[in-house]
């Protein structure tokens, strides 16, 4: 599994960066360098393609 990490912007999730993670803890340990914050509303995903183009996301599966 790959892994990246999204934030909300405009209403949609998107990608954070275009990098990708071999592990989730990898994934995490990025977004916690960069200073991400609850307002960004920041989750990490296994990577899929449509999340280029932003998707709506549940509120219930908040991870960092």
Do not use: P
């Amino acid at each position: 599994m790959i892994y990246c990490i999204l934030w909300k912007r405009n209403d949609k999730h998107e990608m954070f960066t275009n990098q990708i993670f071999n592990t989730e803890k990898d994934a995490i340990d990025f977004a916690k360098r960069s200073k991400l914050k609850k307002k960004h509303d920041c989750r990490i995903k296994e990577y899929d393609y449509k999340y280029f183009n932003g998707v709506t996301l549940d509120d219930g599966d908040r991870q960092i």
